[in-house]
């Protein structure tokens, strides 16, 4: 079973800092499947990005994936307010869906 | 507007069972695979089961095979999950989802806002 290890655990930024999240497989995963989620506290995730760098609807463009192979990265370019919150991967594969442990992203 | 709406949760004894049900509106439900995501308390997701467009690929995680079934009724837009010999790891917020096509989605697209299922005695 592929394993997705996210980091760093907690990313402190202050507003209008770019962030980098970090997501890696451990084996290589197909672009096609990987997806990145947001969830604010209290709020059921929603989708941000699927095949690598795909926005979903009405995802600001400050939000950008990239990656390939067992490498895989979510960048918010500058952060908005309500840009803090928890971030996970998830990857698709073989009638399993799999997610990362998450990064929280706080207020500096 | 795609809605998913989950009920069913509660308090239950460990051993015991629960069926939780997701009403869904706002597309076409027959078209599109569902899914059941959990939340534990303070931790991550966890994909628990997802039903093809027709019923026909049930695929579980190890964690639930053989107590959780999955099942979904077209023609009332609603998606069921029964829950049986459940322990107090099953403990978690559970998340209808909508896939993105009709067998094995790449991902969810739509969460519903969860239900609350609990394992004590």
């Known amino acids: 079973e592929i394993v997705l290890t996210q980091s760093p655990g907690t990313l402190s930024l202050s507003p209008g800092e770019g962030a980098t999240l970090s997501c890696r497989a451990s084996?290589?995963?197909?672009?096609?499947?990987l997806a990145w989620y947001q969830q604010k506290p209290g709020q059921a995730p929603r989708l941000l990005i699927s095949?690598?760098?795909n926005r979903a609807t009405g995802i600001p463009d400050r939000f950008s994936g990239s990656g390939s192979g067992t490498d895989f990265t979510l960048t918010i370019s500058r952060l908005e307010p309500e840009d803090f919150a928890v971030y996970y991967c998830?990857?698709?594969?073989?009638?399993?869906?799999?997610f990362g442990q998450g990064t929280k992203v706080e207020i500096k | 507007e795609v809605q998913l709406l989950e009920s069913g949760g509660g308090l239950v004894q460990p051993g015991g069972s629960l069926t939780l049900s997701c009403a869904a509106s706002?597309?076409?439900?027959?078209?599109?695979?569902m899914n059941w995501v959990r939340q534990a308390p303070e931790r991550g997701l966890e994909w628990v089961s997802t039903?093809?467009?027709?019923?026909?690929?049930?695929p579980y995680a190890e964690s639930v095979k053989g107590r959780f079934t999955i099942s979904r009724d077209n023609s009332k837009n609603t998606l069921y999950l029964q829950m049986n010999s459940l322990r107090a790891e099953d403990t978690a917020v559970y998340y209808c989802?909508?896939?993105?096509?009709?067998?094995?989605?790449?991902?969810?697209?739509?969460w519903g806002q969860g239900t609350l299922v609990t394992v004590s005695s």
């Open positions: 989802t909508k896939g993105d096509r009709g067998i094995s989605p790449r991902v969810f697209d739509c």
């Open positions: 998830q990857r698709y594969g073989s009638s399993l869906w799999t």
């Open positions: 084996q290589s995963v197909s672009s096609s499947y």
């Open positions: 706002g597309f076409t439900f027959s078209n599109f695979a």
């Open positions: 095949g690598t760098s």
């Open positions: 039903i093809s467009y027709n019923s026909d690929n049930t």
